[in-house]
């Protein structure tokens, strides 16, 4: 392989929006088609605006995120983080852009302590400048554009500064976002602006953003310092100090963008790329695919039920690990090569048994309680969005502000996010060592989200896919690459199946799906299993060998899909 771093509104649109949701191109001799899946309409047609300009991924990438500011703030924003996988068709490489948050350098080990030194109840923590963490999505992008950018970056912008000055159509997912059990009328200006006269917005009404219009127009004109060292970043600091945060002007002028080495694995005759760290994402997605590899390889009769229980089992052994060593590599050892090894992932492997679950792994290199908290129950959050471009370039982004709307402040018309809370708020493992996502100044949290590009034996694009949905996008996102990758499912049919999770822990099966049939098979082999809705977010693009290229958006969204320049 070359070098991709190998080990290395409403109405009409709801009405029409299925449409979008599976297209097919192909492509001619000259060219290739572009194709853009987004979490909604309107942020769809941004990143086609910025492709039928002559820009790249990229510039439609930023395109995308400035709209899902304006009309999805309950998932992402400029004022949250960041992780993007990109491929450059001309050279075959794939990067990693790191635009997670960091901790403020005042934090102390006991951020999230109470007086009494127990942690915090995790809802308590996240109202607040106590969950802030120093914004990254801006800086990333400013650094992808700076590398792979062909349009200007003030023309990025122009589309969500057209919605938010002319209003958008508030969307059904928002307006029952603002109606769910969570204080989120606590602060002005967010209450005025989502709650206007005391009541949360509804469906079909025509919702205006003009503040921030004009903070795009100054991100626009003069880049992304007057976010980071500016009257944004000025606005940013007060809001925070004034809400019990530690956040300093210091902390958002410091912050820098980072460009890592993917962590890839070859699985399945594919090169699966993922972020490194500290998105747990990639390293725990490659972990459980190539897991499901090895077990699957000694089953002689695969039926459904046995690739759901081998799937589960391996999501058990990659959690196990992922609960026990993650956490940022700037900060703390961890040991990426050996967790991603043949050996290793071998031995895992022959803890799998198909005629029995193993019930609760353990970590693979020693056998601690696990350290973690329990996983947050709350997935609505995060966004995801893939793009191809005409050149062949792809981007796969995952961004987030963590929970629904964030830490609930609202600066210059956009939300900032809570990602501080997705430290463990007790730095103390269950063994009394120090875990390695304990918070520490200027330290990135760990992440589940996974964007995930997977290249062909010629090193181009096969899958490029991701979700949202907390600790659940691991397995949304690996139990559609092994549809795809695995299985020979077309990318629209394995968005459409029914969720199947494992956590290290109960198996949890979406409800009123197909997946429900299984219920009986997986419990006679030992899963303990509950049934629930899941709101997975899957946004793909896959592309076959002869050129075609077929996006996917998830029905339990408002995604949709957009292709341009097919070819007869």
């Known amino acids: 392989m070359s070098s991709k771093r190998l080990p290395a509104l409403l109405p009409v649109l709801l009405c029409c929006a299925w449409l979008l949701v599976f297209t097919t191109a192909q492509a001619d001799d000259s060219s290739h088609p572009g194709m853009v899946a987004a979490a909604h309409p309107l942020a769809t047609e941004a990143g086609v605006e910025m492709l039928e300009a002559g820009g790249t991924a990229i510039d439609a990438a930023i395109a995308i995120q400035a709209v899902l500011t304006l009309v999805e703030p309950q998932s992402s924003g400029i004022g949250g983080g960041a992780f993007m996988l990109h491929y450059d068709h001309a050279t075959t490489e794939v990067q990693a852009y790191d635009g997670r948050e960091t901790a403020p350098a005042a934090v102390e080990s006991d951020h999230f302590l109470t007086d009494d030194g127990i942690p915090m109840g995790f809802l308590d923590a996240v109202p607040g400048g106590r969950s802030v963490g120093v914004p990254g999505t801006l800086r990333m992008l400013e650094l992808a554009h700076r590398e792979h950018g062909e349009l200007p970056w003030k023309t990025l912008f122009q589309p969500a500064i057209r919605l938010a000055e002319t209003g958008f159509m508030v969307t059904p997912r928002l307006a029952e976002m603002l109606r769910i059990d969570l204080p989120l009328d606590a602060f002005e200006p967010m209450a005025g602006y989502f709650f206007p006269n005391g009541k949360p917005l509804s469906a079909g009404m025509t919702l205006r953003n003009p503040a921030l219009a004009a903070t795009f127009k100054q991100i626009a004109n003069q880049g992304a310092d007057v976010f980071y060292d500016g009257p944004i970043a000025e606005a940013i600091v007060a809001t925070v100090q004034a809400h019990g945060g530690e956040l300093t002007r210091e902390d958002m002028a410091d912050y820098r963008a980072i460009e890592r080495a993917p962590v890839c694995r070859s699985i399945a005759g594919y090169s699966i790329c993922g972020m490194p760290l500290p998105s747990s994402g990639g390293m725990t997605v490659l972990q459980i695919l190539s897991l499901l590899e090895i077990a699957s390889a000694e089953v002689d009769d695969m039926d459904r039920l046995t690739w759901a229980h081998l799937l589960m089992e391996a999501s058990r052994l990659g959690f196990a690990d992922r609960n026990e060593y993650l956490g940022d590599t700037d900060f703390v050892d961890v040991p990426v090569d050996t967790l991603l090894s043949d050996p290793y992932l071998t031995g895992r492997a022959a803890l799998i048994s198909p005629p029995q679950s193993m019930g609760k792994a353990s970590p693979g290199l020693n056998d601690p309680d696990s350290a973690m908290s329990d996983a947050k129950r709350i997935d609505h959050s995060t966004t995801h969005f893939s793009v191809i471009d005409t050149q062949g370039n792809a981007v796969s982004m995952t961004s987030s502000i963590e929970m629904p709307f964030g830490a609930r402040l609202m600066v210059d018309g956009f939300l900032l996010n809570n990602q501080l809370t997705d430290f463990r708020f007790d730095p103390q493992a269950a063994d009394g060592r120090l875990h390695p996502n304990r918070i520490q100044p200027g330290k990135r949290p760990l992440s589940s989200m996974s964007p995930i ?28 690459v092994a549809d795809v990758l695995m299985q020979g499912n077309d990318v629209k049919a394995a968005i459409e199946a029914g969720n199947l999770i494992n956590r290290n822990g109960v198996t949890e099966v979406e409800a009123g799906t197909k997946a429900e049939a299984l219920l009986p098979g997986l419990e006679a082999l030992g899963h303990e299993t509950e049934v629930d809705s899941m709101t997975s977010g899957l946004h793909g693009i896959e592309r076959l060998p002869n050129g075609v290229i077929r996006g996917a958006a998830d029905p339990r969204r408002e995604g949709t899909v957009i292709q341009i320049g097919a070819g007869p």
Request: glycine share 14%; net charge neutral.
């Open 453 to 480: 590009i997977a290249l062909d034996p010629e090193d181009q694009p096969r899958l490029i896919i991701g979700s949202p949905g907390g600790t659940r996008i691991i397995g949304y996102v690996a139990q559609r």
